[in-house]
């Protein structure tokens, strides 16, 4: 189970990173800034789904769950 938290995890870090690496190229963001926006939207995300399971004793089964539905909000904003 710890394996599918990381991939969850890692594919939000790695959409975070890939739009703020667009905003980068276009000389908006300096890596630094990059870098700490991610962090700082990782730690948010972070922090809610353990607000999320103090509040409510969740598993981390329906965290992540959570987490898969807002991946598929945002990817159907994509399209």
Do not use: G, P
């Not at 594919?11 to 300096?30: D, G, P």
């Amino acid at each position: 189970m710890n394996d599918c938290k990381n991939i969850t995890i890692s594919y939000f870090w790695v959409r975070i990173h890939r739009r703020t690496k667009i905003l980068m190229a276009q000389n908006v963001l300096s890596e630094e800034q990059l870098s700490e926006i991610c962090e700082d939207c990782f730690v948010s995300v972070k922090e809610a789904c353990m607000a999320l399971q103090e509040k409510t004793k969740c598993s981390n089964e329906v965290v992540i769950e959570m987490l898969n539905s807002v991946a598929e909000f945002y990817l159907s904003q994509d399209k």
